[in-house]
């Protein structure tokens, strides 16, 4: 699916310049942006659901602990 990105001419120097540094295309620097922030969000939420479930099992614990 074909899409228009438009960017700030800051925003587009910065994904030049990230480019160039990676030795990519700006299309490709901005779908692996794309990929990284979905799975850095992908892995947050595992992270705080994980947590979640750790402070219901053990809260007995954690509330002896002042925790």
Do not use: K, N, P, W
């Not at 074909?2 to 901005?30: F, H, K, N, P, Y």
């Not at 992270?47 to 614990?61: K, M």
Request: proline share 0%; hydrophobic share 40%; glycine share 8%.
């Amino acid at each position: 699916m074909a899409m228009t990105l438009r960017l700030t001419a800051d925003d587009e120097r910065v994904l030049a310049e990230l480019a160039e540094a990676e030795g990519i295309s700006r299309q490709e620097a901005t779908i692996r942006a794309i990929r990284e922030m979905a799975a850095r969000r992908g892995h947050e939420r595992r992270v705080s659901e994980s947590s979640a479930r750790a402070r219901a099992r053990y809260a007995g614990v954690l509330d002896r602990f002042g925790g």
